[in-house]
């Protein structure tokens, strides 16, 4: 039988990177460990986690079974809040002063949609145990060569809408390179400051296969009325990646 060489780290987790008192479990740590991982250490073995006993020893525990609280990163606690609802919210506000998702919000309190009715409570979690899940602050892309609406939404995993929104372009327009693009979550739909026509306009780019009539068959539109607002002359010269304005 062949085996694979390998190699392992034995350490107490006391003993693991930036605590105060002794080594946690806190995002250095994991840092840490990536990193390790990343170099190929395939063997881990890890020493008791009981709280100690009074010379701090873990072998001479007073539980078996109890976890000492201090590989707790004090980081990583969450603190609740029980929101009121108050009229004139919205999730965005609320979640835009507690700094995170409005994904986030809705999953937590098992929220469907994002309509929320005033005088309702709802839970939201405060700490930096959430700062993977807080809105990101603006990002700005810079155009290149070759770039579009199309594959820059897709490569942030953002609606063409969105990032035409975001940055008050015209869709007539063609990007230029060195333009700057702002980016924001993809949970983030800035809309609530826009006038009620842009709410029924979408921004559909076409697809391979497509065309005016399938298009318009798909939104149940005329034909007529997707070249009126596009101001489309020639309906067979449309195509993949262009992006069409529909009045839904």
């Avoid at 994991?30 to 709280?51: H, T």
């Avoid at 873990?58 to 078996?64: A, D, G, K, Q, T």
């Avoid at 986030?104 to 405060?126: C, F, Q, T, W, Y």
Wanted: net charge neutral; with cysteine; proline share 6%.
């Amino acid at each position: 039988m062949k085996l694979e060489r390998t190699s392992g780290i034995l350490l107490h987790p006391t003993s693991l990177p930036e605590s105060p008192i002794c080594g946690c479990f806190g995002n250095p740590a994991r840092v840490w460990l990536n990193e390790l991982a990343a170099s190929g250490i395939g063997v881990w073995q890890f020493l008791p986690l009981a709280p100690t006993d009074s010379f701090g020893s873990p072998y001479s525990s007073p539980s078996s079974f109890a976890f000492n609280p201090w590989f707790l990163d004090q980081n990583d606690l969450v603190r609740w809040d029980r929101y009121k609802i108050r009229r004139g919210d919205n999730l965005y506000k609320i979640a835009s002063r507690y700094k995170i998702e409005v994904a986030v919000l809705m999953e937590i309190n098992g929220l469907a949609s994002d309509l929320i009715i005033a005088g309702k409570e709802i839970m939201v979690p405060r700490g930096s145990a959430w700062a993977g899940k807080q809105n990101p602050r603006e990002q700005v892309y810079i155009v290149v060569g070759g770039d579009s609406l199309w594959n820059i939404s897709k490569k942030f995993k953002v609606s063409i809408e969105d990032v035409i929104l975001w940055n008050d372009l015209d869709i007539e327009v063609p990007l230029q390179i060195n333009q700057e693009i702002k980016i924001f979550s993809r949970y983030e739909r800035i809309r609530q400051d826009l006038p009620s026509r842009d709410l029924r306009t979408m921004l559909y780019p076409v697809k391979s296969g497509d065309t005016i009539s399938r298009i318009a068959s798909k939104f149940e539109i005329t034909a007529k009325d997707i070249q009126e607002w596009n101001e489309i002359e020639d309906v067979s010269k449309i195509f993949p990646g262009q992006v069409l304005k529909l009045l839904l």
